[in-house]
């Protein structure tokens, strides 16, 4: 009762927590403004190329260069950082480019260590009108399989090493403990190991991900130094090495067969990877944004407490392997197993609908992105596992039934999961594409708004405006007004208008959005009878 007692106040204390919606944040960073802008056509030739970020961008593995129509690069190759503004980059140009179309490529990386790139064109002189307009794009970095191996096996090593520990000190109530440790010594000692491999190989991968270079050449020591000095990534990395050579000691006394107060030792070492698990919230999506320490702290528990089901569950298997004690203590750490599993499903869901909310804005965004398929998978599989928890829930309550095959199961469907989960991890978040938006809105008046922007991304999207009354539309407009404010930052306001003639021919309105993030859109309608229609609207705009 106490633990369920426990677990309810936990899961109070999480809806509260994700009642305070999340600011959504786009993990990689994206560009806030650029000067010269998207085919932005300048009448003298600029000094220099500055693009602003929402982040600061880490101090290494940037680039920048401008090209013109023949490929010939035309800057100084002095791409640096501003001194005042760590958001910024920028570079100085050769004076009196002639006139004609040029083209801006950059590579930054984000502060949660993702690498992004992306062009920008623009022109010199009017007769640049002309020339055939490329647009403006921006990719970031998507998982290969040496980063899926590596994440993958890291994030398993933490659910077997942090799970076994956990059932042996705080689930399974045994005179013969002792016996239950030295069945699951090898997978302890396994994921030890796999914790090191996936520590230690972790600089090279980011190395091999940031600078784009060879593994070959990701052992170089100049490039291990800039990743150490310069990234908020090396920080954490050198987090990671103290507190996996302190595990090493803490496991070692534990494992020692000599040694007293296993239990201390035991415990140290659960701290002490609950640690290593707290570090990785800080070099993922979780990192970024404006509510850091609500996104870590949830991501800390959402992946903690999936290491701590995993692991639980094949602990449990050699548990119940050569079982030879007393069948009513056997169903008794079933049952204890079972309320410890309730909590951390608990906390699994609704850690996972805070995740959802903040980075998949758009239901067309989750089925029609990387991140929302990937996040869709995971959910699906997610659902399975409940159902095997279930029907163990119910088995053990009864103290009857076949567990063996059935936990196997869900513990490799979770090894799956946890996979995934690496993936997401390293995923560009479903903000980035969002989608077509298209809604309707009623005014106090008894109209019906409909507003439709097309493809809502940065840079020229078409808008398309409606004014129904009594299901009708109406064809005796005036004038349209669409005023455009931006609530991530004051960038001042944007106004479209469409014409009596554009709404009676049912055209589309011309407008630029300047960045992505949250947007609000005013619609102001009057009629030919003076009547004023009203109706906001609010949308979040990509990158992609």
Known sequence: MKLLRGSLSFIIFLIIATSFLPSQSFAHAYIVKSNPSENEVLTTSPTKITIQFDEAIEQRFYSMKVTDQSGKRVDQKDAKISQENQAILEETLEPDLPNGTYLIQWKVVSSDGHPINGTIPFQIGKDAKHTKQVKESTSGYLPQTDMISLRGLLYISFSLFL???????????????????????????????????????????????????????????????????????????????????????????????????????????????????????????????????????????????????????????????????????????????????????????????YGSLLYVPTWNALFHTSYGQVLLVKAALFIVMLGFGAVHFLRGKRKKGSWGA?????????????????????????????????????????????????????????????????????????????????????????????SKEDMRNKKQAEGVISMAGRWKAHVHGLTASLDEIDADFTFMTGNQ
């Open 163 to 353: 799970g076994l520990l956990f059932f042996t000190s705080f689930i399974v109530k045994s005179p013969n403990l002792e016996s239950l440790r030295k069945r699951t010594k090898w997978l302890l000692t396994g994921s030890y190991i796999g914790l090191g491999i996936s520590i230690l190989l972790g600089l090279p991968l980011q190395i091999h991900i940031e600078a784009e270079v060879a593994w070959s050449k990701a052992f170089d020591p100049s490039f291990i130094m800039q990743i150490l000095e310069y990234t908020t990534f090396g920080l954490i990395w050198m987090i990671q090495v103290i507190l996996f050579l302190l595990l090493s000691i803490t496991y070692f006394l534990y494992s020692y067969r000599k040694v007293k107060r296993k239990k201390v030792w035991e415990l140290l070492s659960i701290v002490l990877v609950s640690g290593l698990i707290l570090t990785k919230a800080f070099i993922g999506h979780s990192a970024t944004g404006q509510n850091i320490l609500l996104s870590i702290t949830m991501d800390f528990f959402h992946l903690g407490a999936a290491a701590l089901w995993l692991g639980s569950l094949i602990a449990l298997v050699c548990f119940l392997t050569n079982y030879k004690e007393e069948k009513t203590f056997k169903w008794e750490t079933i049952r204890r197993f079972s309320g410890w599993s309730i909590l951390f499903v608990s906390i699994l869901l609704l850690t996972g609908i």
């Open 406 to 498: 059935s936990i196997w199961l869900e513990f490799f469907i979770g090894l799956v999961i946890l996979v995934l989960a690496a993936i997401l991890t390293n995923l560009p978040t479903a903000l980035d594409a969002p989608g077509v938006f298209n809604q309707t809105a009623k005014t106090k008046e008894g109209y019906t708004v409909s507003l439709k922007i097309d493809p809502n991304v940065v840079g020229t999207n078409l808008f398309t405006v409606k004014l129904f009354e009594n299901g009708k539309e109406l064809t005796n407009i005036d004038q349209v007004t669409i005023t455009l404010t931006c609530l991530d930052m004051d960038m001042g306001k944007t106004t479209i208008q469409l």
